[in-house]
């Protein structure tokens, strides 16, 4: 191959765009990267850096428009001082600059704590403001609304896998507009992160925890969703596309999903017979171990007085380290849990065998909190990874 | 007054220098006078700064097209090459450059002397410092050359870092070593500045680099060893599976994320104290005034290294660590804003009816102010939490701290180099090629990072071997800005060269400065100090008289008492 002078291409012109996003479509399918249709969401409006959309992708999400707006405003407070800063740095250098070799300082004081306590006060409100602002929205950013929409996220190198409330799964993030959505953020393998720039949210994706993302997409659209935390040799193949749909009726006709093999809750149930039904009962009165109906989302105490929630992690962890957090009347604090770990007997694979318990026990509680649809019924023998 | 002939003796040139007394390859490698120490890590962290510099460029060439430029000679690198350049760009230039530049090249020379003192209070230790800085990036370097490269990233998270099959265990070990190298020079300056001050000179005579590299000291002592123990911890989790940072055998990665910022980000503070300190006394020498607010500055860097102990946990705003604690971070976060900002306007009133010289040292100075000045402000959108969560790990990082680490220490090293230069090989520079460089590195340095501003806020990550197509163009304007840079930086380090050997002779004390180390003559005495130097404050620049026949600055007792001009300020005590 022979090196050519690389030359300055401005990619501006949509045509230009789209050429090159073919290109690019063909490199990945090439490496057997999981980039979809190349998404193309965000011309750029104006050249004028002083205009928030000079800075950011369009906003499509609640509180994009304050993240937005915060922005400018420490763009804009920023910018007064380090133009003072520059002007007074300037003026001093040519007005007192030295002339003709002759040193001539001219007297003045060299401290003042009036001033020095003043400027170092005075900006200290606008940190304040900076700080408040800042910390209000990521508030909202972090709590989710009650009729909020459970997605499960499963990044993995290099490719994502989305998980619907009915058991679907899709490798691009297919969102309703104005519906809110909880991800739930698991890993297969190393640190990952979810980032969607025109939602403004990014959440870091830790192996062996779960993280959530809580996002209202307000406004229908493609927009792109990458990796964000570096993962290995494919960490910039692991982009994909985040579809807002205008309804309900509009995604469900327009995504191809794939139907899950087994219903997740499902092979929850038949893993609880073959591990857990000897000690758990699911008839509300308690055997060895706590009732499993019971369980999920309920809040109670350690035997050390701890307080817990079960979400998933709890449950992930009691399934795994037993004796962390003993239920209270269940055996004393420190002791050995009477349960065994079953590490290495229940995959711990995201979208595995625990989420299937996990499943299980929100089907105990409420069944139509989880799907029940599936291509084909469990097979006789013990599903895969139960030993 | 002392008589002429002794005078000519302290102040001429000298016929013994410490660069002169002895020769031959032993007489450097097994000194320990801390000026030869301070020109072998000169040497060796310049070397540190090219490689990386490489690393950059290459990495800068790659991303001129979206899906990965060819390179002369070479080709298409691949993700892996490119993963590689990138943390190798990182590693080196964080543990063997940047940390150890200003105090391990220019403290090391300009520290005793300051102090008015013969040496550090432990000579073997420093020098042990910097054969542990050659073994650590010897590691480093065997990453490379043995370990099939590195491509975690120069932050080592798990559990990537054990997964990956490259040389993690080398590089970390190299890490390791490079803390302890770091250690050892710390603990130096604590126990020199406290123990061996020059008759008289209490802590606030003592000049605010002295200061700077005290807080930094600080910082090193206390901050490294858990740097050492994270590291350590990772070999044995990649070699013993123990089950601290990795999920697979019940670890957990954010503890790794927790351990290292607990170190890194305390280090941010080692990168730009120094810096700053360098600044203080540039800007107060060139502009011939008592550095404004003395100690306002002076306690500044300590807020500053007190503070940089509770903020790191705004480098994991996004890793899922509690809501509560996010707060508290971003909340500690902006206090730093205060003590940095407080420096900036010190030393613009320092400069109010200054009598102000534009040569290299005080060109670099005034870039340090504006580079540092949009690094510190971006800060700002970085420590406002919903602000951060859209630009973490975006190129709005990448430009920050660049701005802070290159358009800080970096311009601070040079325009410091550019300052001692005289006094270390007692030759001065090319003035006009000094600022040409300067403005080279200047207009590089913006062109290369501000366009990462705009990518970043428009959500291109980092460490992306290939990326959107829209980005192109800002990228192709920051590769052409990065070689710019790197010409400047060059041409700045050509002229230094130059003039060390070719110069022309430059006399004890050429810009009037008031510290101590100017009282010795340039090169330095192996001693420092033929004479016991006279305790003037270290901003009195009143005190110093202008001598005709050594063409050189001395101090007022030294001159001869018929031409000393009557003093202009009162003196302060």
């Known amino acids: 191959m022979i090196w050519q002078f690389p030359t300055l291409t401005a990619l501006q012109s949509t045509e230009a765009l789209e050429q090159l996003a073919i290109k690019q479509r063909v490199i990945d399918s090439s490496l057997g990267g999981t980039v979809p249709e190349y998404v193309l969401e965000r011309k750029i409006e104006t050249s004028n850096p002083f205009n928030q959309a000079y800075w950011f992708p369009e906003q499509a999400s609640t509180y994009a428009e304050s993240v937005d707006s915060l922005y400018m405003d420490i763009f804009f407070i920023s910018l007064v001082f380090f133009v003072a800063i520059v002007a007074v740095m300037v003026y001093f250098c040519i007005v007192y600059r030295r002339k003709g070799g002759v040193i001539a300082p001219q007297p003045s004081s060299s401290h003042n704590t009036t001033i020095e306590i003043l400027w170092s006060v005075l900006p200290s409100i606008l940190l304040v403001y900076m700080f408040v602002e800042g910390a209000g929205t990521f508030w909202e950013m972090k709590v989710p609304k009650t009729d909020s929409e459970e997605i499960q996220v499963i990044a993995y190198k290099y490719g994502w896998q989305f998980i619907y409330p009915n058991g679907d799964t899709t490798s691009e993030l297919h969102l309703v507009q104005d519906q809110p959505v909880v991800l739930k953020l698991q890993s297969k393998d190393v640190l990952h992160s979810f980032f969607v720039p025109a939602f403004r949210q990014k959440q870091d994706i830790v192996p062996g925890r779960y993280t959530t993302a809580y996002i209202e997409p307000n406004k229908a659209g493609q927009y792109r969703l990458s990796c964000n935390e570096y993962c290995g040799d494919g960490h910039s193949k692991m982009r994909t596309a985040c579809i807002v749909h205008v309804s309900q009726e509009d995604r469900l006709a327009n995504t191809e999903w794939k139907k899950p093999e087994y219903s997740a809750w499902e092979n929850g149930e038949h893993l609880y017979k073959i591990h857990c039904a000897g000690c758990h009962n699911i008839n509300s009165i308690a055997g060895t171990g706590p009732a499993l109906n019971l369980t999920w989302n309920r809040e109670g105490k350690t035997a050390g007085g701890e307080a817990f929630k079960a979400n998933e992690t709890y449950i992930k962890e009691s399934i795994l380290y037993p004796s962390k957090k003993i239920v209270e009347g269940f055996g004393a604090e420190g002791s050995i849990s009477k349960m065994n770990s079953f590490k290495g007997i229940l995959s711990e694979t995201p979208g595995g065998d625990i989420d299937h318990v996990i499943a299980f026990l929100r089907y105990l509680q409420d069944p139509d909190s989880v799907s029940s649809e599936k291509l084909k019924d469990l097979p006789e023998e013990k599903p895969a990874a139960a030993e | ?573």
Request: aromatic letters at 16%; proline letters at 5%.
């Open chain 2, 1 to 573: 007054m002392v008589d002429k002939t002794q005078r000519n003796k302290i102040f001429g040139t000298p016929e013994t220098t410490f660069l002169n007394h002895s020769k031959g390859f032993a007489s450097w490698a097994f000194t320990v006078d801390h000026k030869r120490i301070g020109i072998m890590y000169m040497i060796g962290v310049t070397i540190a700064l090219f490689l990386a510099g490489f690393f950059a460029l290459v990495l800068r060439s790659h991303l001129f097209s979206f899906d990965g430029q060819g390179l002369p000679f070479y080709g298409k690198l691949s993700n892996a090459d490119y993963n590689q350049m990138f943390t190798l760009h990182g590693a080196v230039m964080v543990f063997s450059f940047i940390i150890p530049s200003i105090p391990g090249a220019l403290g090391n020379i300009v520290l005793p002397m300051m102090l008015g003192t013969k040496d550090v209070a432990f000579p073997r230790m420093n020098l042990a410092s910097f054969y542990l800085w050659i073994i650590g990036t010897g590691c480093l370097l065997a990453a490379i050359l043995f370990g099939g490269g590195l491509d975690t990233g120069w932050t080592f998270y798990t559990p990537y870092s054990i997964e990956t099959d490259t040389g993690v265990i080398y590089a970390t070990f190299g890490a390791f070593i490079l803390g302890f190298s770091s250690i050892f020079t710390g603990l130096n300056f604590l126990v020199t500045v406290n123990t061996m001050r020059a008759k008289g000179q209490t802590w606030f005579k003592l000049p605010l680099f002295i200061w700077s590299l005290y807080a930094t000291a600080i910082i090193q002592v206390l901050a490294t060893p858990v740097l050492g123990i994270t590291l350590l911890m990772l070999i044995a989790e990649s070699t013993l599976h123990i089950g601290i940072f990795d999920p697979r055998y019940g670890g957990d990665p954010v503890l790794f994320q927790h351990f290292f910022w607990f170190y890194s980000h305390p280090a941010v503070y080692i990168m730009i104290l120094p810096a700053m300190g360098v600044i203080s006394e540039l800007i107060s020498v060139y502009s011939q005034k008592r550095i404004f607010g003395y100690s306002f500055i002076a306690f500044s860097s300590v807020a500053i290294a007190l503070l940089g102990f509770l903020v790191w946990g705004h480098h994991m705003f996004t890793s899922g660590q509690s809501v509560v604690m996010t707060l508290i971070f971003s909340a500690i976060t902006f206090t730093v804003a205060i003590p940095s900002a407080v420096k900036v306007f010190n030393w613009l009133a320092t400069l109010y009816k200054g009598s102000i010289l534009l040569n290299t040292p005080m060109c670099y100075a005034l870039a340090f102010i504006f580079l540092f000045g949009i690094g510190g402000l971006t800060g700002l959108f970085l420590g406002a939490l919903s602000v951060d969560i859209h630009l973490h790990d975006t190129y709005f990082v990448v430009a920050h701290f660049h701005f802070v680490m290159v358009g800080g220490t970096l311009t601070a090293l040079l325009g410091g180099l550019y300052h001692w230069w005289p006094k270390i090989f007692g030759r001065m520079y090319n003035d006009t090629l000094g600022r040409v460089s300067c403005f080279l590195v200047f207009v590089g340095f913006n062109v290369t990072f501000f366009p990462q501003f705009v990518m970043g806020a428009r959500g291109m990550p980092r460490r992306y071997a290939q990326y959107d197509p829209e980005f192109q163009i800002f990228h192709q304007i920051s590769t052409i800005g990065a070689f710019v840079l790197g010409f400047g930086i060059l041409g700045a380090f050509l002229v230094l060269v130059h003039a060390a050997f070719y110069g022309k002779l430059a006399g004890a004390n050429p810009f009037k400065a008031a510290s101590l180390e100017w009282q010795s003559s340039s090169p330095p005495d192996f001693h420092n100090f033929t004479h016991t130097p006279i305790l003037n404050d270290p901003y009195d620049f009143d005190a110093l008289v202008y001598d005709e026949e050594l063409d050189t600055y001395i101090s007022r007792e030294f001159a001869d008492p018929a031409k000393v001009p009557p003093r202009k300020e009162p003196v302060h005590h």
